[in-house]
């Protein structure tokens, strides 16, 4: 089955720095990469994902990038901010049916003001 | 996305009672859901599948009779936990896939 590494566990940066997580997963069939932030107390909310056919995806001050070749994809945030404090998470599977994503164990991201 | 509903979103417990969580779908007729359960600081651990009709699919080290999953209906998968004990006490969470993967507000369960 698929296997999802993701890391950092933990993630302290100041306010206005960038944030990168990163994540890699085992089976080459997996097609689809959603990200997850999920708020104290709250569930898991989908901010941004890509499919294996782009090497990139860019909303606002949130990046992903992919690279199938090496199994790995990637989070970027720009100009964090204290809102941004959550768990993220990734995940990996294969879209269509009733695909059932493979999380990563979820990064902890402090944003200090 | 679907919009999911889960409730309660919070319960207690007395030890040896059992304790039944909703999940809704409410906009969309789903023939399969996901129960999640989640410990503090730790990531999502997929229970089991709930499929509409017939019986739910249970990963494996989950105990089908301690965690019963009822999906009578295209909206509605309940689970419940039977004979509940302070280890059951986690965050339970339930999904639906409608081209992406939306959660219920999820339940926090404590036994004591």
């Known amino acids: 089955g698929e296997n999802v590494e993701q890391h950092p566990s933990t993630l302290s940066v100041q306010e206005g720095d960038s944030a990168v997580i990163k994540c890699t997963y085992s089976?080459?069939?997996?097609?689809?990469f959603p990200w997850y932030k999920q708020e104290l107390g709250k569930r898991p909310q989908l901010i941004i994902d890509?499919?294996?056919?782009?090497g990139e995806k860019k909303d606002q001050r949130i990046a992903v990038t992919l690279n199938k070749t090496a199994k790995h994809f990637s989070l970027h945030i720009t100009e964090t901010q204290p809102e941004d404090s959550a768990v993220y998470f990734c995940?990996?599977?294969?879209?269509?049916?009733?695909?059932?994503?493979?999380f990563g164990r979820g990064t902890s991201l402090i944003v200090h003001p | 996305g679907a919009v999911v509903s889960q409730h309660p979103s919070w319960v207690i417990c007395k030890s040896g009672t059992s304790v039944k969580i909703e999940c809704r779908s409410l906009?969309?007729?789903?023939?399969?859901m996901f129960w999640y359960r989640q410990f503090p600081k730790q990531s999502l651990m997929l229970m089991a599948t709930?499929?509409?009709?017939?019986?739910?699919?249970?990963e494996q080290g989950v105990e089908k009779d301690k965690f019963l999953i009822n999906h009578a209906s295209l909206t509605l998968s309940t689970l419940t936990v039977t004979s509940a004990h302070p280890e059951d006490s986690s965050f339970y969470i339930c999904?639906?896939?409608?081209?992406?993967?939306?959660f219920g507000s999820g339940t926090r369960l404590t036994v004591v």
């Open positions: 999904s639906v896939n409608r081209g992406d993967y939306t």
């Open positions: 089976d080459s069939a997996s097609n689809y």
């Open positions: 890509i499919r294996s056919n782009v």
């Open positions: 995940a990996a599977s294969i879209q269509g049916g009733s695909y059932i994503p493979t």
């Open positions: 906009d969309f007729q789903a023939t399969t």
């Open positions: 709930s499929n509409e009709g017939s019986k739910a699919t249970y």
